[in-house]
């Protein structure tokens, strides 16, 4: 039996991935060190690091004015970082509260004497759609802050809010790498790796150059003029964590780029929610046109009858489709590793479970 | 020709730890996912963090009152959360300046508004003793701050500084799980994983339960009693670097825990000790009494000879022995998993170097 691993992260990376890290964990480039050992000063990393620059920055059409940074902490640490480095006119920045992330991206934002003005908020539809903008965007806040794809929710960004000058800054999280955004939109872009990208540990930010350097006195570990002049290495990175990235990077590359990887994810995302729509057990309650193409939640209605979708699922090798706590159902994350494969055999037994519970219901009904 | 990596971190780990990642990489305990793709919500994930903390209570017999964190961002982000947590009272630490990294923390303490002064420092002798302090404590500080260990310099400390009822923070980061401490005589003690625990991008806090929870408004990832309250996960910790390190654990227990562990370490340090000190060529230049077990800088005296030095060991598969460029000459880091073996071949190594650039000079001296 085929598995399929639908978690939300850390989650399915590509499995020629895995295999070559497998093949040469012992001997790093015939180095007899493992990647795990080598120094960060080294030649080799310094060639790791660097390709996985290069890379990001071809798969993304990064432009030359946007530094690429490699963090730790995740994206929390970033909540904090963001309004340290960038919101340093007014102190004072925007957020459209799509959902869980964001409003801990506004907490954490206050924790640090950021004054958050909420422009748009979801919270009337529970989150089942995008925020929209209330008003017109002051433009004396620093920057606006959206999750471009809300990992619980299920809802993503594909049209951008209009903020004039304010630059845009995006929790890319869970859908980094797997959909097409023009970097130039953004004054800033942060990611954990852990969904698209490779294992937890690592974070990326993409950030415009003139928007930094301003902040004074900041923790190091916080600092992104900091970690651009130091190349990401004031001390240690994850040095792993950035090798992994780096294959994935190039499995990317290899898969034709992000076009052609944001399609195959609409053809994945699309077969699921096609049977959704026309189900009558099962129902994904987000907005038509607000969905993520990563993240699917669904629902029966009856939470025991989720239960036991998701206890048949573990059953047929389609792993981790229990839906996040804070909404419960179901939730199927497609992140680019994900084969269509694997949505179809999700697909196939969502029918054959249906199917199943109407004879179960006729005859309940008959009886 | 088996090869010996010398490096100061990231650094060698044991051989059979690398053996079981690479054979469990695709599927960890049957699960048919690699641990690189489950979820740290998952059960897999709790028993290999929980296991991960038991086995480092018990080989460092951490008494109960003591919380361990699982962290990012390395040691650094701890010159920056230590004085947040801790220094609540009168945001007034001391520290003993033993270089580097001593004076890296001093840095990062003042960035977040905590006075420090400087109880003593071995600038006078280069670092290369440790510092004592000038005078005895005074009781209003909210702790001191240690390097154990410090990676640059060779000087470690067995005894520690007296001072009375302020809690002494040390940067373990180095000597972590390579000597003997007693836990208790800390308020808190924190180590980068990346010298004898396992891959980098895992840090370890291990802090007394009552210096914490008097802050207020930290930023989440920077707040100890956040992280005890969430068992490190507030959000998605570095799973991959855990599991190592619960390896590199589990690895230590079976070597018969850390006294058996400190001695070996002791034997492999005091040959290499042992040859330098009779060396006419090569000069250890730290204190004896001060000296680290782990690593160990040396030099000729000519950076041109110390060049060949390192080259040639490299030809030998002895690597990583540059020094570190702020003090340069040689440095051997003798982490855990550094076999004897390892140290008996750079001694040969050394002894016959010496022993040809004796003749040469002689031949030298002749013509």
């Avoid at 660097?50 to 530094?67: G, Q, S």
Wanted: aromatic share 8%; with cysteine; net charge negative.
């Amino acid at each position: 039996m085929s598995t399929y691993n639908f978690s939300a992260g850390p989650a399915v990376m590509p499995k020629p991935v895995i295999e070559q890290i497998q093949a040469e964990l012992p001997s790093f480039q015939g180095s007899e060190m493992s990647i795990m050992e080598i120094s960060h000063r080294s030649q080799l990393f310094d060639q790791v690091i660097n390709d996985a620059e290069a890379d990001l920055r071809d798969l993304m059409a990064i432009p030359d004015n946007y530094h690429v940074l490699f963090f730790q902490g995740g994206g929390t640490l970033q909540f904090t970082a963001a309004p340290l480095n960038l919101a340093t006119k007014h102190h004072h920045i925007g957020l459209l509260d799509s959902g869980h992330w964001a409003s801990r991206a506004a907490d954490e934002a206050r924790r640090v004497n950021t004054q958050v003005d909420i422009l748009g908020t979801a919270a009337a539809t529970h989150f089942t759609a995008l925020p929209t903008l209330t008003a017109p965007v002051d433009q004396n806040l620093d920057y606006v802050h959206i999750t471009t794809n809300n990992t619980i929710e299920g809802t993503a960004y594909t049209t951008l809010p209009v903020t004039g000058n304010v630059p845009l800054v995006a929790d890319m999280s869970s859908n980094f790498l797997g959909q097409v955004y023009n970097v130039s939109d953004f004054g800033m872009i942060f990611a954990g790796a852990q969904k698209n990208l490779g294992p937890a540990g690592l974070t990326i930010v993409i950030v415009r150059d003139d928007l930094i350097g301003q902040a004074q006195n900041l923790p190091s570990m916080l600092d992104y003029q900091l970690f651009a002049d130091k190349r990401s290495m004031f001390n240690t990175p994850p040095v792993f964590a950035i090798y992994a990235a780096g294959l994935v990077l190039k499995w990317l590359k290899q898969q034709g780029g992000l076009k052609v990887v944001e399609q195959h994810n609409r053809t994945k995302a699309n077969l699921l929610y096609d049977f959704l729509d026309q189900s009558k057990l099962f129902t994904c309650q987000v907005k038509p046109t607000d969905r993520s193409l990563m993240n699917v939640p669904f629902v029966t209605g009856t939470p025991a009858l989720d239960a036991q979708v998701i206890a048949g699922a573990t059953q047929h090798g389609l792993l981790n489709l229990k839906g996040h706590r804070l909404v419960g159902g179901m939730r199927a994350s497609l992140y680019n590793a994900m084969p269509l494969a694997g949505v179809q055999a999700l697909v196939d037994y969502l029918a054959a479970f249906e199917a199943n519970h109407a004879k179960g219901e006729l005859t309940h009904v008959s009886n």
